[in-house]
């Protein structure tokens, strides 16, 4: 097929269907978020390199290989977002907006990643996410990750997921482990991947969660993280945990959770399910203290998360509530344009979802409003034009009425309110 004519590797169209269960998505997130008193707020789409940059770290797998980066108009460099973290926090702080803290923002949209695309993982894909931004403490993490937890309670997803919960210290206690698990690895270095031997000298770290067979095995008898947390750190995650544990929200202990993003500290999770191969990640985040400070900014902290709609989409599988069904005004005879038109105008003044059609028989016309899913059908001929009113048939029924144009809005109300 002609290029022009393709959609890029990694990108998707929505239609139907599919489309209504992503805005579903959306719409839920919204409003759970607003029920946690986050506030919707959107960011540009693309931002200066360094705002990823400087925050994700130079050896994350995003800024090393996954960047979408281009050049401005004005010559500077920038990047599609891949993730909705660092402009949130960039924004609050370009707006001067840290007079109220903390803050609680909600956000959706696309992301960008060159990523080798798969089921539930894309080069476009579309993301949901909280920010608690200027909250220190670790309850904190634990109203996020309960917003977390009832969002896919409330798209029927709380049996097809585990939450993940592991903690990276502070620096200081991550500093000392990561020369402990260095010495380790330095020890194992032929039993490891390619990549985990590049991992090795530029982050460590991220040998642990590498999906390779041969690293799960280094990474299974590796030091934990656990031991070296320092007694902040110990204590924080301690009160994470004993949270958690009184909100009733279940969680598995997981010390190869490492993250791959510099920016974490503290907390981190994620909602992992088993029906989705490799891309088992459904809603994943953590505690982002400093992340304001690498950009230049002002020392804030800061925890949230991010859940993918795509992968959520696949697990939510037919679920999904009904659609409004329309009714169909079809136009019979050009004489009867105008008319249909403004019958129209007065459905939809009652709140009527209402299609028009202006082409073809009687017969085609029927058979369109059946493809739509329609409720109800006006057809206006030049018959019904001239005495003043509509022949209306219920879809469902089958049942024909002759209506007079005045009580075509009451009538169809009618209609629409049985299903
Ligand atoms: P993975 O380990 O699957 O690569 P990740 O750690 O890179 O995930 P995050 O950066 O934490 O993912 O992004 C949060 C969520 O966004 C993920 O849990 C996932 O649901 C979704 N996500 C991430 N990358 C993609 C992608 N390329 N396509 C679709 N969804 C994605
Ligand atoms: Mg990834």
């Known amino acids: 097929m002609a290029r022009a004519l393709r959609p890029v590797r990694g990108t998707h169209d929505l239609f139907g269907d599919d489309k209504r269960r992503f805005d579903h998505i959306v719409v839920t997130a919204r409003s759970i978020a607003a029920a946690y008193g986050y506030a919707p707020m959107a960011t540009p789409t693309f931002e200066f390199t360094e705002v990823f940059r400087r925050t994700l770290g130079e050896t994350s797998d995003i800024v090393t290989k996954e960047m979408y980066t281009f050049a401005s108009g004005s010559g500077e460099e920038v990047t599609l977002r891949p993730e909705g973290t660092a402009p949130v926090a960039r924004a609050l702080v370009s707006g001067g907006r840290l007079q109220v803290l903390p803050a609680r923002l909600f956000y959706d949209g696309p992301m960008f990643r ?58 200081a206690s991550r500093d000392r482990y990561r020369s402990a698990l260095v010495g380790y690895l ?61 909100l009733g929200i279940s969680y598995e202990i997981d010390p190869m959770l490492v993250r791959g993003l510099d920016y974490y500290m503290h907390t981190t999770f994620e909602f992992v399910t088993d029906r989705l191969g490799a891309q088992g990640a459904v809603l994943a ?16 902290a800061g925890t949230g998360w991010a859940a993918g709609i795509e992968r959520l989409a696949l697990l939510t599988g037919d679920a999904l509530p009904a659609a409004t069904r329309p009714v169909l005004v079809a136009c019979i005879s050009a004489a009867a344009t105008a008319q249909a038109l403004l019958c129209a105008e007065t459905l939809r003044n009652m709140g009527l979802a209402t299609e028009l059609a202006l082409q073809g028989s009687l017969k085609r016309q029927l058979r369109h409003a059946d ?49």
Not at 131 to 150: H, K, N
């Open 186 to 246: 330095d020890q194992r270095r032929e039993g490891l991947s390619a990549d985990s031997r590049r991992r090795l000298d530029r982050n460590p770290l991220r040998v642990l969660d590498s999906k390779a067979p041969e690293d799960r095995q280094v990474a299974n008898e590796a030091p934990r993280l656990l031991d070296f947390l320092d007694r902040e750190s110990a204590d924080f995650f301690a009160a994470v945990r004993h949270h958690l544990d009184a």
């Open 371 to 419: 493809r739509i899913g329609a409720r109800a059908a006006v057809l206006l001929g030049d018959r019904e034009l001239e005495a003043g009113l509509a022949l209306v048939r219920d879809l469902d029924t089958g049942q024909q009425s002759e209506v007079p144009f005045a009580l075509l809005p009451n009538h169809l109300s009618e209609i629409s309110s049985n299903g």
């Open 285 to 300: 985040g953590g505690r982002y203290d400093g992340l304001t400070e690498r950009m230049g900014g002002p020392a804030l």
């Open 114 to 171: 060159r990523e080798r695309p798969q089921k539930g993982r894309m080069r476009q894909f579309h993301q949901v996410g909280i920010e608690l931004i200027g909250e220190p403490s670790p309850v904190g993490d634990v109203e996020v990750i309960a917003a977390g937890a009832r969002l896919l309670k409330e798209l029927d997803l709380a049996d097809s997921v585990v939450l993940r919960l592991h903690t990276l210290g502070n620096s």
